[in-house]
């Protein structure tokens, strides 16, 4: 055997090893198309090998006169496997765009319930508020509520406000969601409650909570949790303090 | 001489080469591409010795062309074990 014959074995016999381990190792590595493409690209450069080792070994010329038009499939079935590939990845990127599209406009849907409702409720509040006012020029004993209307229109922009900076926090977190730590309870309840208090300083309100320090895992989105909770029970809570 | 199937072959490698460098960026999540890509450029190298044998220096060109698909069949062998070590991993999944 010459020295071209016996490159042409080892061609031969590394092609087999690596059509064998795609047949045998490979499993879910890409879709069905891509992987017969790339088996029929490894079969047809097999048997252009295989000719090769048997003309330039002497062993026999058999497939001479099919190898060449074998063989000119082979870099076709390179680009067909390629190609595959290709369009597989393209097609697992539209539907993640798809995925995120719908996402979105769930999101913008959900915003656009959230603002119409809660800033038609502010509005109408401040209207009302307004119509008193208005009311009042003519019936003097009206007056005497108009601190209460102006406390009234107070809220409402602080609920304006507030909806704005929830809605820009909702929207923060679903781009980077905040880290977890360490907080402890009771300092954030403070907090909480100071700033709501100062919010609603015409109110008599009356919050307890346990003194002990309490520590939990978080992130720094907690105390507005605390905020709506309290804030949602001061504007719903009709009781006068005990 | 220069056969006419093995030119044509040789410029099907060539416009296949074409085909990836214009899609190289799209290629890019093919695990081990590069040494994917060496294996068909020394497989399209092969094909272009063939070609040149038939012009001169036949057996020096024809030692040549068989050396490229030894070098080609080494690579593609090192991609096809790279894949099978790692088989069954994420990163593979990438085009179902």
Known sequence: ?????????????????????????????????????????????????????????????????????????????WFFFLYTFIQKKSEKNLRENQKDIEEAYRYTEFYKDLFTHDIRNILQNILLANNIIEQSYHNQQKLENLPEIYELIKE?????????????KLSEIRKSPFPIHTIDL??????????????????????????????LKSNDLLNNVFENILVNAIIHNKNEPH | MIQENELITFILCLGALFFIIINYGKLKSLPSLKIFLISFTLFTMGWFFTVIEGL?????????????????????????????????????????
């Open chain 2, 56 to 96: 001169i220096f036949e057996e020096l060109f024809n030692l040549f062309e068989h050396l490229c698909y030894i070098s080609s069949s080494i690579m593609m062998f090192i991609w096809t074990l790279i894949f099978f070590k790692k088989r069954g991993g994420n990163e593979f999944n990438r085009d179902n």
């Open chain 1, 156 to 168: 409402q922009i602080i609920r304006g406000e507030n909806l704005i900076s929830n809605v820009t």
């Open chain 1, 1 to 77: 055997m010459n020295l071209i014959g016996i490159i042409d074995f080892f061609v031969f016999t590394l092609t087999l090893l690596s059509l064998s381990i795609i047949l045998i190792g490979w499993k879910n590595q890409f879709s069905i198309i891509t992987k017969l493409s790339l088996i029929a690209m490894m079969f047809i450069i097999s048997f252009y090998y295989l000719s090769n080792f048997l003309e330039w070994s002497g062993i026999s010329d058999v497939l001479v006169n099919v190898e060449d038009y074998i063989a000119s499939l082979a870099p076709l079935a």
């Open chain 1, 186 to 215: 009771k300092s954030i309840l403070e907090k909480t409650v100071e700033k709501v208090k100062k919010l609603y300083e015409h109110r008599n309100i009356i919050i307890q909570f346990p003194e002990q320090t309490l520590l």
